[in-house]
T-cell receptor, first 121, second 113 residues
Framework: DAGVTQSPTHLIKTRGQQVTLRCSPK?????VSWYQQALGQGPQFIFQ???????QRGNFPDRFSGHQFPNYSSELNVNALLLGDSALYLC????????????????????FGPGTRLLVL | DQQVKQNSPSLSVQEGRISILNCDYT??????FLWYKKYPAEGPTFLIS?????DKNEDGRFTVFLNKSAKHLSLHIVPSQPGDSAVYFC????????????FGTGTRLQVTL
């Protein structure tokens, strides 16, 4: 059973460019969340997709946008890159049950991918 | 505004001893708390969680304690093993938004021989 996969693993861009990161959720999961982890910090919630719509959003500017496809995979797009966008971008998948505030006994939780490390020069 | 705080950036414990990792939160809307472990070049891995209706949850060597009045939780690892060396993140989510997690800054645990 494949877990959450992300591509690419590493990426180098220059300021002002645009980047697209990709994520495939764990089998059986239909909800995808994206997090940004800056160096020395914990992951910060960017947004979440379910049924191809953005359902929740963290405190990130509109330069950060996303998309979810019918097969539940997702993309994160960042426009007009800034040096401060350099970070590890993590994708997490979960079943819809979590989004709906369903049973939270620890068995159903978010599974994270290995991340994409983005360096903006 | 750091809503979830892990004030100890690092902790060193001898193999076989108890490791205690601490976490404080400020948002009263948080009602579900999780611990994740992260190795270099890997994503965070879920370890254990606790709902606000409980004050303790145990899973093998790992126990999480929740003190709601103090807005404090801790993770106990007994006995500590070298393979436990990793960065541990505390995370919390509010009522009704179970999958929007707010993370602390992490504690690097090193278990020495």
């Amino acid at each position: 059973d494949a877990g959450v996969t992300q591509s690419p693993t590493h990426l180098i861009k220059t300021r002002g460019q645009q980047v697209t990161l990709r994520c495939s959720p764990k089998s059986g999961h239909d909800t995808v969340s994206w997090y940004q982890q800056a160096l020395g910090q914990g992951p910060q919630f960017i947004f979440q997709y379910y049924e191809e719509e953005e359902r929740q959003r963290g405190n990130f500017p509109d330069r950060f946008s996303g998309h979810q496809f019918p097969n539940y995979s997702s993309e994160l797009n960042v426009n007009a890159l800034l040096l401060g966008d350099s970070a590890l971008y993590l994708c997490a998948s979960s079943p819809y049950l979590l989004l709906a505030g369903g049973p939270r006994d620890g068995k159903e939780t978010q599974y994270f991918g290995p991340g994409t490390r983005l360096l903006v020069l | 505004d750091q809503q979830v705080k892990q004030n100890s950036p690092s902790l060193s414990v001898q193999e076989g001893r108890i490791s205690i990792l601490n976490c404080d939160y400020t948002n009263s809307m948080f009602d579900y708390f999780l611990w994740y472990k992260k190795y270099p070049a890997e994503g965070p891995t879920f370890l254990i969680s606790i709902s606000s209706i409980k004050d303790k949850n145990e899973d093998g060597r790992f126990t999480v304690f929740l003190n709601k009045s103090a807005k404090h939780l801790s993770l106990h690892i007994v006995p500590s093993q070298p393979g436990d060396s990793a960065v541990y993140f505390c995370a919390a989510s509010p009522t009704g938004t179970a999958s929007k997690l707010t993370f602390g800054t992490g504690t690097r645990l090193q278990v020495t021989l």
